[in-house]
């Protein structure tokens, strides 16, 4: 491995000048800066982050906490961590995907005290939650991709659930369906107070009423199996239903094949949308799924610039959100209702 000494030397300057062009530490000549990038890329020369820190009181480490769902990172999650990781990259910064153990407040405090990181983006946010507590007293700049109850002090980039139910509310009304069901997160996310279960399901429920249709929501699901479960229990409740939004795809999954196994075609006897799915994962159904595609690229970078901001303007500055819509993406699950008079079996 290439040393700052073997840098100076291909360079032709001193090694103080090596450190000083690499670092940031001291003016350096324009010639003489490109010259020793130039030396270092040669001799694939990587400098010591631990070193810099010493120096700079900067590590450009950012950290990542993502609580790792019981099924293991899917498509959907990666794209966050993906984006999230360029946009770090391209600001110069390195960015450490941390899953969560149990104990997240214990984690956390184990990573910070490292002395290792910069600040922390925080994703899979609670209304309440206990990490933006413990970083708040701690004084370690943070920002989140997602909300808490009462985000308003903290910088955070979300999905703007109101526009995003109100946008699948259209669609189906648009198509001329009279009413939908939600098959959302079970009741363990509620509990929890897991944002997206919680807003999604509020707004889907007063999009629905102000658009007149109506609106069944009690038939939660997250594995296939489950949505096998819920399917048969929405039919039951109501034989006439014509349209569902999956909040889980594994839950899809059952419903498409209960939907199947009842003799109902999709989309000619029922439309199913995914919610908060990448358009990746919709195309993998058959049908194709139409899905309301989390904007998950725009809040990955979203949330990294929010943070190095942070670090560069200090702990006094004015706190920044931005909620982004899911982008509506139309598969071949997506069609009008059948006509009221058409018998499909409910048992």
């Known amino acids: 491995m290439s040393s700052l000494r073997d840098v100076a030397k291909r360079a032709n300057v001193a090694v103080s000048t090596v450190s000083a062009a690499l670092n940031g530490t001291r003016p350096v000549a324009a010639d003489t800066r490109v010259r020793i990038e130039a ?17 700079s009181k900067r590590t450009r480490i950012l950290a990542l906490l ?37 104990d997240a407040v214990e984690e956390l405090r184990y990573l910070t005290g490292l002395g290792l990181i910069d600040g922390v983006l925080l994703m899979e946010v609670r209304l309440d939650d206990e990490r933006v507590d413990f970083l708040t007293e701690a004084g370690v700049p943070f920002s989140m991709i997602g909300r808490t109850r009462d985000p308003a002090a903290i910088d955070h980039a979300d999905i703007d659930f109101r526009a995003t139910a109100r946008d699948a509310v259209a669609h189906l009304a648009g198509l001329g369906h009279r009413g ?28 629905a009423a102000d658009a007149g249709l109506t609106y069944l929501d009690a038939f939660p699901a997250e594995t296939a199996e489950q949505g096998r479960r819920a399917f048969a229990q929405l039919v039951t409740a109501d034989p006439q239903l014509t349209a569902i939004a999956v909040m889980s795809d594994h839950a899809a999954v059952g419903v498409l094949a209960a939907a199947a196994e009842y003799g109902w075609r999709v989309p000619q ?18 049908p194709q799924l139409t899905t309301l595609e989390p904007p998950s690229t725009e809040l990955g970078q979203l949330g990294v610039r929010m943070l190095i901001d942070r670090l560069a ?25 059948r006509p009221a008079t058409a018998a499909l079996e409910v048992a």
């Open 39 to 55: 030396a270092a890329a040669e001799l694939g020369y990587r400098p010591n982050l631990l070193a810099r820190g010493l120096v």
């Open 66 to 102: 993502y609580p790792a769902p019981e099924r293991g990172f899917g498509l959907t999650e990666m794209q966050f961590a993906t984006s999230a990781a360029e946009a770090a990259s391209a600001a110069g910064y390195h960015l450490l995907l941390s899953p969560e153990n149990a």
């Open 180 to 207: 939908f069901a939600f098959v959302n997160h079970p009741a363990d996310a509620y509990a929890a107070h897991y944002g997206p279960t919680v807003r999604t399901g509020a707004e889907f429920a007063t999009a």
């Open 269 to 286: 006897d029922l439309t199913l949308l995914l919610v908060l799915t990448a358009r990746r994962v919709a195309e993998m159904f058959h």
């Open 313 to 337: 303007a200090g702990p006094d500055a004015p706190a920044r959100s931005e909620l982004v819509a899911c982008r509506l993406v139309p598969g071949d699950s997506s069609a009008p209702p």
